[in-house]
């Protein structure tokens, strides 16, 4: 079993559990903490280190136990300590005191999580999501009229977009901005009460302007979904305006530090010039021009400028993921349970497979997810900064962000709910945060976008790159695809593969795992499952384009869980190929070693949770499915020496965990305890355990 031991801990560090003596052959790899942690800091290595420190202060930390209306007043101020910090202005014009840093800006913003999700996500209202609109979706005009004061918080503001009728269906909302000619004003209406903007962060008190999503409509033409600039508040009294009324939404499963909010609007009139027109404008006779002929492309197009809210989420999940598993992972290499393969010492957590299967695969993906969001952000800042802006890689970053958005809030609910249950009862203590963040983290999941929804998006974008490859070939290309489409499927169906693959292995399993574990080999497995899945969608809704839209919509409908099930299988695989372009990137030998074993893992873990239809469709052999759980567990054994370094190159500290479980003080009353018994041996005054008497007193009757 492995002990545990003392070994020097600098700031941010705990004693660490000692690795298991090598074997006589082959000496252990060491993980070189220092260079994995440089590299997981990514291009922004220096934002993250700055954003780190701020977050370690007491004056940005969620205290739990207060009143939701106590908490609000506290996370509006730690929104004036970021200003006064110069935290978050990085990505708006240098003109105007800001950057131009887009990718600098997220990576710092996410790190605020650790801090306070509701800190984390005010500030994303705030900046990420109210200052965008105007940026992006404004003028000159109106970066020079509202950004400073949005900038230095005299404007707190709302982004009231989703209605109470529509939430991830945008192009629905009801709420219309009707252009007046007579006094060149927009009327804004909510004609109902679904139509109410609902869950509006800032809106139920804090709220003085908001941008508002509406219905553009002039000369009796509707043109639309655009942007407009509404003030809300009387800034004086913070009285609703004429016009404006709107509830509080209350209290909340989570993230209770931020006032959301409903608003509504009875025939509120706002200037023309309020409209923000990057993308569409109305001339002061009503008519209306967009640079961007096409509705539905112009449509996208606004609302792609605004991805940066989904790239953050995807960062910050993965940074509440790393916080939970360190202190989970450290706590395991310290807690004692059961005497399994000792009769005087209990063995330590992480040394039950069980323990190692449900914390080492969620690492594996964590740091899946984790390069995988490098990759998001550095595409991110290429478009936003105009490096490499075309259409082509908006719908990139668009999808991307959609994708592994998606995947990274559901892996961070599931993380920190394994990682509460991996601690026990001490787990739900509120002190250890796993409750808490899961609680904030779980609207993650549906708001800027719903996560289902968002792999709809995704699973659309592989359907049309697939339609793409066909759309111009001749009738010899498309039958010899077809051909050899019809051959793969016999051969996967009539078992041929199989036999195949039992060939290679020769029935051996060492063989078998060694198929597996090969990278093409994990590589060939999830692209095909991947495409695949895709082309079978895609042959199941040929010619659904000439159907009616009924007919059209139902055919969809009834392959709608497959596209999205395809859609997901796209993001593991992206997570997968970010995590192998990573260990390209490491030059420590054990390094590269041991995060391989953890990429191994990963891939090995998806091809576990899809085995069925590895099986069913004939891509594996039962001789190597069967081997794939076993070598899992090989790779558990592997791993554990180096758990404690894995989760340290995370680089958070004691005050970005801040959970008692991760302080130490279970290995100071495990030790306590065991030399207290140690004491009671030695001393011959131990009393006798009552198994042991009675074996003494058979073994004496038989003599």
Known sequence: MTEVVDRPAGKGQRPAAAKPAPGPSRAQPAVDVEALGRQLLGKWADVRLQARELAARPELHKIEGLTHTEHRKRVFGQLRYLVENEAVHRAFPAALGGSDDHGGNIAGFEELVVADPSLQIKAGVQWGLFGSAVMHLGTAEHHAT????????????????????????????????????????????????????????????DGLGAVVFAQLVTRGVNHGVHAFYVDLRNPETREFLPGIGG??????????GIDNGRLHFTNVRIPRTNL????????????????????????????GTLVQGRVSLDGAAVAASKVALKAAIGYATERRQFNASSHTDEEVLLDYQRHQRRLFTRLATTYAAGFAH???????????????????????????????????????????????EACGGAGFLIENRFASLRADLDVYATFEGDNTVLLQLVAKRLLADYAKEFRNVDFGVLARYVVGQATGAAIHRTGLRQVAQFMADTGSVQRAAIALRDEEGQRALLTDRVQTMVAEAAGSLRGSNRLSQEKGAALFNRHQNELIDAA?????????????????????????????????????????????????????????????????????????????????AFGYG??????????????????????????????????????????RTAAAKRN
């Not at 993308?279 to 606004?302: E, K, L, N, Q």
């Not at 085995?611 to 791993?639: A, D, F, P």
């Open 247 to 256: 509830e509080d939404d209350g209290i909340k499963g989570g993230l209770n």
């Open 146 to 205: 509202w950004l400073p004061g949005i900038m230095n918080l005299d404007i707190p503001g709302c982004f009231a977009m989703t209605e109470t009728g529509h939430g991830s269906d945008v192009a629905s909302i009801a709420t219309t901005a009707t252009y007046d000619p007579s006094t060149e004003e927009f009327v804004v209406h909510t004609p109902f009460r679904a139509a109410w903007k609902d869950y509006i962060g800032n809106a139920a008190t």
């Open 374 to 420: 490098e990759q998001l952000l550095e595409k991110f800042d290429d478009v936003f900064s105009g490096a490499h802006d075309t259409d082509e890689d908006r719908q990139d970053l668009e999808t991307l962000a959609a994708a592994l958005k998606a995947l990274s809030t559901w892996h961070a609910l599931d993380t920190l709910q394994e990682c509460r």
């Open 568 to 648: 997901q299988a796209h993001a593991e695989l992206l997570q997968w190929e970010a995590f192998t372009d990573a260990l390209r990137e490491m030059e420590d030998p054990g390094t590269k070693l041991v995060l391989t074993w953890l990429r191994d893992l990963f891939g090995l873990s998806l091809i576990e949770k899809n085995l069925s239809w590895y099986l069913m469709n004939g891509r594996l052999s039962m001789q190597r499915g069967r081997t794939v759980g076993e070598y899992i567990n090989r790779l558990l054994v592997k791993i554990r020496p180096h758990a404690l370094d894995l989760v340290e």
């Open 654 to 695: 004691d005050d970005h965990v801040r959970a008692a479980v991760a302080t130490g003080a279970e290995k100071e009353r495990q030790d306590e305890a065991r030399a207290y018994f140690r004491s009671q041996r030695a001393s011959g005054q131990a009393p006798v355990d009552e198994k042991v008497q009675l074996a």
């Open 276 to 303: 923000l027109n990057r993308y569409g404008d109305v001339a002061p006779d009503g008519t209306y021009s967009s640079p961007i002929a096409s509705p539905g492309r112009r449509f996208f197009t606004m609302l």
